[in-house]
């Protein structure tokens, strides 16, 4: 019966190019081109429209296509195409798709609305609920299921109790979602489709088109497109072309394609959910859906090219042959021909993405040495492929990537999130210079590079510890820093700045303000900002014209969302702009393009690079439905988790069909190594069982030696250690006591600091570290005993209020460090109490003084505490709140800030309180360690060990002479800087100037 049937299902071969072969067909079946111009070709997708456009240009020529008339195409695919509701409702009125964005608030909104227990459900959390219940919803209506099955489905299975909470999520699309989409006057995406093939149908069955009509490339077996697919067959004119079908009849392509299970023409529902992951599953699927056999599908025809060997079709179907297919492998008597086969399939395993990347973007650079040759790269992985573009942009090529550039990514996109991440974070500085550095800010009143400058400025008043929240905040830390004696590059006028600058950001603040906000209030107000801080640039180009739509989109439907906490509006804004792709309009590479698996379905170049080869990324893991168990989706007849992995399959298949293939994949990413793809290791496992062994698939290792040494360059030539010798004029002639260890420790550091005046900045929106909590305790203990340390409530009250004051921003501070810091006060108010009741008395704190050495160097110091016993020596005092110098480094000369306060007390060079003794002399140095823990809060411990008194005299005299030799060597004469004398004392600011590690770890031996 199957060979009476009139011939018009035909197949095109993986291996000969699809859009080609259909134009060449459809140009020798119409010699008219009126006759041409009256046909109808139903294609999946727009892509494919663009894609059988161009093979129709190429298939004539230039010289005919002036006046080039061509079908009626349309994408059956792609909801709210004029084309496709013109062609399928015809007159009958259909309820326009509901818009995507509308679906994502109103599912997000009815989550919101379920009881959340204890803890709540984030704004974000809903959003991604009520996403994933739309994409159940979706696969639902695709295979025509109700969702009202789901009840049924869920009561006839032994399921968990957890299932009753799940069926109450279910519920938001079984009951409440249909009701709002009424009201909208709208329809699913599913519902209208099969609504409109169903009109096109009863249209068709009342007046059948006479001019032909051909589906071409539509694989999906979902009912309603099976449907269309039917009534094409059915009609006078009517023509399906499938892509890619195994058409090999023969015993071993029979086993096969029979040892594929499916549910609709079997009755075995486990092994056809095995099956699924078979790239002909799907064939198979819809040609039962269609009720038809392989031996009713006829060949096209036709080829035009690109086209790769026959031969190979055959290979490939044999190497994805399902395991229960006992002969589905071909005989080893194919090996000839298998190498020919293979000849221009090349394989290339890099050791890591990055390289992969390099190693693609040279193979599309290679192509363009032949002329007129096309390549495109294609892959699911979205990552690789922006590396590619990217290195291609450094040749100057512009690839084209179909998937476009997620809205974030792009400068308008970024810009909208750094404003709502700086209204969330209350204005902090990081987030703050984010937002005014970004490369689109600068009001229309300010040229870039001036407003560059001012912001560069900005940048370094707020260094350091975080300010206080909020743009008052900001400014009260402009002030400060612009009346720091140690601040640099200070500009008065950055004030005046700022405040116009606060008054721009004022809107975003009151909006952050607000313990919770509307999302089209927050819309609107980005709106404004960013035209507020770029004038129009915000909305130009094509990306500024998405950014424009979707925040229009969100002013218009925001509030159907409610509102939400301010924390969440960075993560819900960005996942509500991720979903808009940005495609450039023009300038693409016109021979070269970036295409994902499903973009390529039906495009075809001379070179195929299919990038990705790895497990879990192509074919990707197959994502857990977080609603549908695989037991309910059995239930109720939807495709299971591995259908994705079926159809990636296919694409890999159809692709390997090209004249010329390059596979690549990398051995680790940056999450550890990775497997090759399953797919890739089938293709191996075929080499094998044919006895060809690796030259089957052979090893493009002039790409990988190319890719590896792009970027390598010439060999690093040693270069000596630094050694800066400035003339002795220009050296510097005062040191501050702690300049004077670095110094002897780091000289090129001194070089680098004094001489270049280069500072290290602090970190933005740094944490209290160990040096502000320093500073806290060293005020507190300065102020009470200038106040006559008169009792330790007095001590306690000026702790309190410090940590009140210093603690305001900083809870955590506060809270963690706070008691440390009471405790290790107090310990040192009542360790100096006990020594004035012993007869020591505290004659100066924080007392500066200077030492001016005999080869004229000054050396100045601070004291932080200088005390005097009654027989009138004097100990002198340094708090520590970090780690103490060790005694030995003190003895030898690597710790001199003691011994040379010392010895300025002793030379009358410290300005103590009026009547203190000319000749001063020092029989104490301590270091009072401080904050160490609860149970130990501070330590007193000698510079100079137990016997320093004793030492004092002597050591003091060698400081002396030590530090006025190293002075007179460095600073007055021209011995060079040399970087880490001793390694171990070295702080390390500078070792990437002084280039450290090029020369440290050199051989013995080796010339420094």
Same mark, same amino acid.
């Given at each position: 019966?199957?060979?009476?049937?009139?011939?018009?299902?035909?197949?095109?071969?993986?291996?000969?190019?699809?859009?080609?072969?259909?134009?060449?067909?459809?140009?020798?079946?119409?010699?008219?081109?009126?006759?041409?111009?009256?046909?109808?070709?139903?294609?999946?997708?727009?892509?494919?429209?663009?894609?059988?456009?161009?093979?129709?240009?190429?298939?004539?020529?230039?010289?005919?296509?002036?006046?080039?008339?061509?079908?009626?195409?349309?994408?059956?695919?792609?909801?709210?195409?004029?084309?496709?509701?013109?062609?399928?409702?015809?007159?009958?009125?259909?309820?326009?798709?509901?818009?995507?964005?509308?679906?994502?608030?109103?599912?997000?909104?009815?989550?919101?609305?379920?009881?959340?227990?204890?803890?709540?459900?984030?704004?974000?959390?809903?959003?991604?609920?009520?996403?994933?219940?739309?994409?159940?919803?979706?696969?639902?209506?695709?295979?025509?299921?109700?969702?009202?099955?789901?009840?049924?489905?869920?009561?006839?299975?032994?399921?968990?109790?957890?299932?009753?909470?799940?069926?109450?999520?279910?519920?938001?699309?079984?009951?409440?979602?249909?009701?709002?989409?009424?009201?909208?006057?709208?329809?699913?995406?599913?519902?209208?489709?099969?609504?409109?093939?169903?009109?096109?149908?009863?249209?068709?069955?009342?007046?059948?088109?006479?001019?032909?009509?051909?589906?071409?490339?539509?694989?999906?077996?979902?009912?309603?497109?099976?449907?269309?697919?039917?009534?094409?067959?059915?009609?006078?004119?009517?023509?399906?072309?499938?892509?890619?079908?195994?058409?090999?009849?023969?015993?071993?392509?029979?086993?096969?394609?029979?040892?594929?299970?499916?549910?609709?023409?079997?009755?075995?529902?486990?092994?056809?959910?095995?099956?699924?992951?078979?790239?002909?599953?799907?064939?198979?699927?819809?040609?039962?859906?269609?009720?038809?056999?392989?031996?009713?599908?006829?060949?096209?025809?036709?080829?035009?090219?690109?086209?790769?060997?026959?031969?190979?079709?055959?290979?490939?179907?044999?190497?994805?042959?399902?395991?229960?297919?006992?002969?589905?492998?071909?005989?080893?008597?194919?090996?000839?021909?298998?190498?020919?086969?293979?000849?221009?399939?090349?394989?290339?395993?890099?050791?890591?993405?990055?390289?992969?990347?390099?190693?693609?973007?040279?193979?599309?650079?290679?192509?363009?040495?032949?002329?007129?040759?096309?390549?495109?790269?294609?892959?699911?992985?979205?990552?690789?492929?922006?590396?590619?573009?990217?290195?291609?942009?450094?040749?100057?090529?512009?690839?084209?990537?179909?998937?476009?550039?997620?809205?974030?990514?792009?400068?308008?996109?970024?810009?909208?999130?750094?404003?709502?991440?700086?209204?969330?974070?209350?204005?902090?500085?990081?987030?703050?210079?984010?937002?005014?550095?970004?490369?689109?800010?600068?009001?229309?009143?300010?040229?870039?590079?001036?407003?560059?400058?001012?912001?560069?400025?900005?940048?370094?008043?707020?260094?350091?510890?975080?300010?206080?929240?909020?743009?008052?905040?900001?400014?009260?830390?402009?002030?400060?820093?612009?009346?720091?004696?140690?601040?640099?590059?200070?500009?008065?006028?950055?004030?005046?700045?700022?405040?116009?600058?606060?008054?721009?950001?004022?809107?975003?603040?009151?909006?952050?303000?607000?313990?919770?906000?509307?999302?089209?209030?927050?819309?609107?107000?980005?709106?404004?900002?960013?035209?507020?801080?770029?004038?129009?640039?915000?909305?130009?180009?094509?990306?500024?014209?998405?950014?424009?739509?979707?925040?229009?989109?969100?002013?218009?439907?925001?509030?159907?969302?409610?509102?939400?906490?301010?924390?969440?509006?960075?993560?819900?804004?960005?996942?509500?702009?991720?979903?808009?792709?940005?495609?450039?309009?023009?300038?693409?590479?016109?021979?070269?393009?970036?295409?994902?698996?499903?973009?390529?379905?039906?495009?075809?170049?001379?070179?195929?690079?299919?990038?990705?080869?790895?497990?879990?990324?192509?074919?990707?893991?197959?994502?857990?439905?977080?609603?549908?168990?695989?037991?309910?989706?059995?239930?109720?007849?939807?495709?299971?988790?591995?259908?994705?992995?079926?159809?990636?399959?296919?694409?890999?298949?159809?692709?390997?069909?090209?004249?010329?293939?390059?596979?690549?994949?990398?051995?680790?990413?940056?999450?550890?190594?990775?497997?090759?793809?399953?797919?890739?290791?089938?293709?191996?496992?075929?080499?094998?069982?044919?006895?060809?062994?690796?030259?089957?698939?052979?090893?493009?290792?002039?790409?990988?030696?190319?890719?590896?040494?792009?970027?390598?360059?010439?060999?690093?030539? *040693? $270069?000596? %250690?630094? #050694?800066?010798?400035?003339? !002795?004029?220009?050296?510097?002639? =005062?040191? +501050? /006591?702690?300049? @004077?260890?670095?110094?002897?420790?780091?000289?090129?550091?001194?070089?680098?600091?004094?001489?270049?005046?280069?500072?290290?900045?602090?970190?933005?929106?740094?944490?209290?570290?160990?040096?502000?909590?320093?500073?806290?305790?060293?005020?507190?203990?300065?102020?009470?005993?200038?106040?006559?340390?008169?009792?330790?409530?007095?001590?306690?009250?000026?702790?309190?209020?410090?940590?009140?004051?210093?603690?305001?921003?900083?809870?955590?501070?506060?809270?963690?460090?706070?008691?440390?810091?009471?405790?290790?006060?107090?310990?040192?108010?009542?360790?100096?109490?006990?020594?004035?009741?012993?007869?020591?008395?505290?004659?100066?704190?924080?007392?500066?003084?200077?030492?001016?050495?005999?080869?004229?160097?000054?050396?100045?110091?601070?004291?932080? *505490? $200088?005390? %005097?016993? #009654?027989?009138?020596?004097? !100990?002198?005092?340094?708090?520590? =709140?970090? +780690? /103490?110098?060790? @005694?030995?480094?003190?003895?030898?000369?690597?710790?001199?800030?003691?011994?040379?306060?010392?010895?300025?007390?002793?030379?009358?060079?410290?300005?103590?309180?009026?009547?203190?003794?000319?000749?001063?002399?020092?029989?104490?140095?301590?270091?009072?360690?401080?904050?160490?823990?609860?149970?130990?809060?501070?330590?007193?411990?000698?510079?100079?060990?137990?016997?320093?008194?004793?030492?004092?005299?002597?050591?003091?005299?060698?400081?002396?002479?030590?530090?006025?030799?190293?002075?007179?060597?460095?600073?007055?004469?021209?011995?060079?800087?040399?970087?880490?004398?001793?390694?171990?004392?070295?702080?390390?600011?500078?070792?990437?100037?002084?280039?450290?590690?090029?020369?440290?770890?050199?051989?013995?031996?080796?010339?420094?």
């Amino acid at each position: 019966m199957a060979s009476s049937r009139r011939h018009n299902l035909f197949n095109i071969p993986a291996h000969v190019g699809f859009v080609d072969a259909l134009a060449a067909g459809l140009l020798a079946r119409t010699a008219d081109p009126l006759d041409r111009a009256r046909m109808l070709v139903l294609l999946p997708n727009r892509r494919a429209v663009r894609a059988l456009t161009q093979a129709f240009v190429r298939q004539l020529g230039s010289a005919e296509t002036a006046g080039l008339l061509l079908p009626r195409m349309v994408p059956v695919g792609d909801l709210g195409e004029d084309d496709f509701d013109r062609l399928m409702t015809g007159d009958i009125p259909l309820a326009p798709p509901v818009d995507p964005l509308v679906r994502r608030l109103e599912l997000a909104r009815l989550v919101r609305a379920l009881p959340a227990g204890d803890t709540g459900r984030s704004a974000i959390e809903a959003l991604r609920l009520g996403d994933a219940l739309g994409n159940s919803l979706d696969a639902m209506l695709a295979e025509e299921v109700s969702p009202t099955a789901l009840r049924d489905a869920i009561a006839d299975k032994e399921l968990a109790s957890h299932w009753d909470e799940t069926l109450r999520f279910l519920e938001v699309i079984i009951t409440h979602w249909p009701p709002v989409r009424d009201r909208m006057g709208a329809s699913d995406g599913g519902t209208r489709l099969a609504a409109a093939i169903a009109a096109l149908i009863a249209r068709w069955h009342g007046a059948p088109p006479q001019t032909p009509v051909i589906a071409a490339g539509i694989v999906s077996g979902t009912p309603a497109l099976a449907r269309l697919l039917k009534a094409v067959l059915d009609l006078p004119n009517g023509q399906v072309v499938l892509p890619g079908l195994d058409t090999d009849l023969s015993s071993a392509g029979n086993s096969r394609f029979d040892a594929i299970i499916c549910a609709e023409a079997e009755e075995d529902p486990p092994l056809a959910r095995d099956s699924e992951a078979h790239p002909q599953h799907a064939f198979k699927l819809l040609l039962a859906r269609l009720r038809r056999t392989r031996e009713d599908v006829a060949e096209w025809g036709h080829a035009a090219g690109p086209d790769g060997p026959a031969t190979r079709t055959p290979l490939v179907m044999a190497a994805m042959a399902p395991a229960q297919a006992g002969e589905g492998w071909l005989d080893t008597e194919s090996a000839p021909f298998a190498a020919q086969a293979f000849e221009n399939v090349r394989v290339v395993e890099a050791a890591t993405a990055a390289e992969e990347a390099q190693v693609v973007a040279l193979a599309l650079r290679r192509s363009l040495e032949t002329p007129g040759a096309t390549a495109a790269l294609v892959t699911p992985d979205r990552a690789l492929a922006r590396r590619v573009a990217a290195h291609c942009r450094r040749w100057g090529i512009a690839v084209d990537d179909s998937a476009g550039t997620p809205l974030p990514r792009t400068p308008p996109g970024a810009l909208a999130l750094a404003m709502v991440a700086a209204m969330a974070g209350q204005f902090d500085p990081v987030r703050l210079l984010a937002l005014l550095k970004h490369p689109l800010v600068s009001p229309e009143s300010e040229a870039r590079p001036a407003w560059l400058r001012r912001v560069r400025q900005l940048d370094l008043a707020l260094r350091g510890v975080r300010p206080a929240p909020g743009l008052e905040g900001i400014g009260a830390q402009i002030d400060y820093w612009l009346h720091d004696p140690r601040s640099a590059g200070r500009d008065a006028t950055l004030a005046d700045w700022w405040d116009d600058v606060a008054a721009l950001l004022a809107p975003l603040e009151a909006l952050g303000n607000a313990r919770e906000i509307r999302l089209d209030a927050l819309a609107e107000t980005l709106r404004r900002m960013g035209e507020a801080l770029t004038g129009e640039r915000l909305w130009s180009g094509t990306d500024g014209r998405a950014l424009a739509a979707r925040i229009e989109a969100l002013i218009a439907e925001g509030a159907l969302f409610g509102t939400m906490d301010i924390a969440e509006a960075p993560a819900l804004v960005d996942a509500l702009l991720a979903d808009v792709a940005v495609r450039p309009g023009w300038g693409g590479h016109p021979r070269l393009s970036i295409l994902g698996p499903v973009e390529a379905q039906l495009a075809r170049a001379d070179l195929m690079i299919l990038a990705g080869l790895n497990e879990g990324v192509w074919p990707a893991q197959p994502s857990p439905d977080p609603w549908l168990a695989p037991a309910i989706r059995a239930a109720l007849g939807l495709p299971g988790a591995a259908r994705a992995m079926g159809l990636a399959a296919q694409d890999f298949v159809r692709a390997l069909g090209a004249p010329q293939v390059l596979i690549t994949r990398a051995r680790r990413d940056a999450g550890g190594p990775m497997r090759a793809s399953r797919l890739l290791l089938r293709l191996d496992a075929l080499a094998a069982r044919l006895g060809v062994g690796p030259d089957a698939l052979l090893r493009d290792d002039l790409l990988l030696r190319l890719a590896r040494s792009l970027d390598t360059g010439l060999p690093p030539v *040693r $270069i000596p %250690r630094p #050694a800066p010798a400035p003339p !002795a004029a220009d050296r510097p002639r =005062t040191l +501050s /006591v702690t300049e @004077v260890d670095t110094l002897i420790a780091d000289p090129f550091a001194l070089y680098a600091s004094k001489m270049l005046r280069l500072r290290p900045l602090d970190p933005l929106d740094d944490d209290p570290g160990a040096a502000f909590r320093g500073e806290v305790i060293h005020e507190v203990l300065e102020i009470w005993v200038k106040d006559g340390h008169p009792d330790l409530a007095s001590l306690a009250r000026l702790t309190e209020a410090m940590l009140q004051r210093e603690g305001r921003d900083f809870p955590l501070l506060r809270a963690l460090w706070g008691p440390r810091a009471r405790a290790a006060i107090e310990w040192a108010g009542t360790a100096l109490l006990e020594a004035v009741a012993a007869g020591r008395v505290p004659v100066g704190a924080e007392t500066r003084g200077a030492l001016t050495l005999g080869n004229g160097v000054q050396i100045n110091g601070k004291a932080d *505490r $200088i005390d %005097r016993d #009654a027989q009138g020596a004097h !100990a002198i005092i340094d708090y520590k =709140t970090g +780690s /103490v110098p060790k @005694v030995e480094n003190v003895e030898l000369g690597y710790a001199n800030q003691l011994p040379l306060l010392a010895l300025m007390l002793e030379r009358g060079d410290m300005r103590l309180p009026a009547g203190t003794p000319d000749n001063a002399t020092v029989n104490a140095l301590e270091y009072w360690k401080l904050g160490g823990n609860l149970a130990k809060p501070g330590e007193i411990k000698a510079a100079l060990g137990k016997r320093q008194a004793e030492t004092i005299p002597g050591h003091l005299q060698t400081v002396h002479e030590t530090v006025t030799d190293f002075t007179t060597q460095l600073l007055c004469g021209t011995a060079p800087f040399r970087s880490q004398v001793h390694p171990a004392l070295v702080w390390g600011d500078y070792n990437h100037l002084a280039r450290v590690l090029e020369w440290r770890d050199r051989p013995r031996g080796s010339r420094p």
